[in-house]
């Protein structure tokens, strides 16, 4: 076992006000299994690629093993994907190989395949299983599951658990829970590392923010009692004070030693107060800085002036000669979420997209009710450009509601100003989201709305669909959201 230190790490992009990283300082051991999780845009990409040294910046990073990112790059997908494995690391014995590859439920003959033939979930387990041959590796795996159905996400999570020595960056809970020993979180102010899997984490994050807040409650009471406390003192002090100077009283004169002795008292006990008071402060300035305030989103359902939405009976889909779905009967009624599930290619998003009027060839029977407003999520976000102002106009939405939407989901207002195509594919991602949020519908058809979403952003999103439950029919292959949010499911 040996150790990844990090010291005094600090880094900003060239033109930027803020530093992304200011003077942080951790260890990691290289057999941990480490969980990376926090909100979109906080740098953990960037952090991957400062460990590759792709970055300068100031600080000292100590290791004794090489790191290798994941995903591989791949420059010719036509070739065959034993040549690929071969680019990656060639010093392996083929039974290795297999051996990976059967962890991974792959059958050996894929490897006489062209690359670009297999699926991206395919590509995704042989790329893990090359680079998992390599000795000596600490690997940084950013973001495998984007890319994997529900099935693939728990092969490949059993995969992980069997290993030891990486980073690997997600935002599935389950994913997460089943795969790693360690959490490194990025918060607001700070990095910090647990033991433990997701779930521990969150346990333990939940009962500090909770102590944090009541440490605040009682703070705050405490500050307003001794500012009372100390004005009434005061206030007795310049009383007493006063009466140094005041009339005879049955001819005696005021005994002006003892009122001034009494006074000195009660200053003395004013600024002893005021100092409690402002230890009381410096005190509730340390709390709740930490805390990623998850404010309430709010979405926009519009009722159908029907209870039945849309059905299909022995529903069949094809692209040219290969069938894509086949007797498919179906019925979306008002207040339903239905999550359509199954592996990747057997036609989760054609049938989304069917449902959205596009023309695919299909038979049997499809009834959409008349006037039907629908919102749609598209699975591929490469077609945003330009400024969130002019996006907002061509979609014809609020542009002041979807802005304050962004905000509650973790963007920083100097985003607003910049192209979408800067952006990362989680704010991406969140721009569609807030979009959808705008949007007044009968009916939300969303298609792996949580791909790159944080975690925080997608318990908000929880929170949001049971508070305020639309009709909805989604894919998505996150098992928590899926548990948390469906009423029915189509299975594929």
Known sequence: MSQISISHLS??????????FEDVSFTIDTNWKLGFIGRNGRGKTTFLKLLMGLYDYTGVITKTVDFEYFPFEIQNPS????????AIYDDYEIWELQRE??????????????????SRGEQTKVLLAALFLKPHQFLLIDEPTNHLDLDGRQIVSAYLNKKQGFILVSHDRAFLDNCV????????MNIDIQKGNYSTWLFNKQRQDQFEFNQDKKLKQEIGQLKTAAKQTENWSNAVEKSKNGQRVSGLRPDRGHIGHQSAKM???SKSLKKRQ???????EKLLKNIDWADTLQIRPRAYQKDRLISANN?????GDRPILKDLSFEINQGDRIAIIGPNGSGKSSLLKLLLGELIPFSGNLNLGSQLQLSHIPQDTHFLTGDLRHYSRCEEIDESLFKTILRKLGFNREQFEKDMKSFSEGQKKKV???RSLCQSAHLYLWDEPLNYIDVLSRVQIEELLLKTPPTMIFVEHDQSFIDHLATKIIEL
């Open 181 to 188: 020993d360690h959490v490194l979180s990025i918060n607001k």
């Open 101 to 118: 590859l059967s962890l991974l439920s792959l059958e050996p003959e894929l490897l006489n395949r062209p690359f670009q033939t297999l």
């Open 432 to 434: 569609c989201l807030a």
């Open 315 to 319: 529903l069949s889909l094809c692209y």
């Open 267 to 269: 200053m003395k006990r």
């Open 79 to 86: 070739l065959l994907t034993s040549t690929i494995v071969d």
């Open 11 to 20: 880094f900003n992009y060239e033109n930027s006000y803020e530093n992304i």
């Open 278 to 284: 402002h230890k009381s402060i410096e005190s509730k």
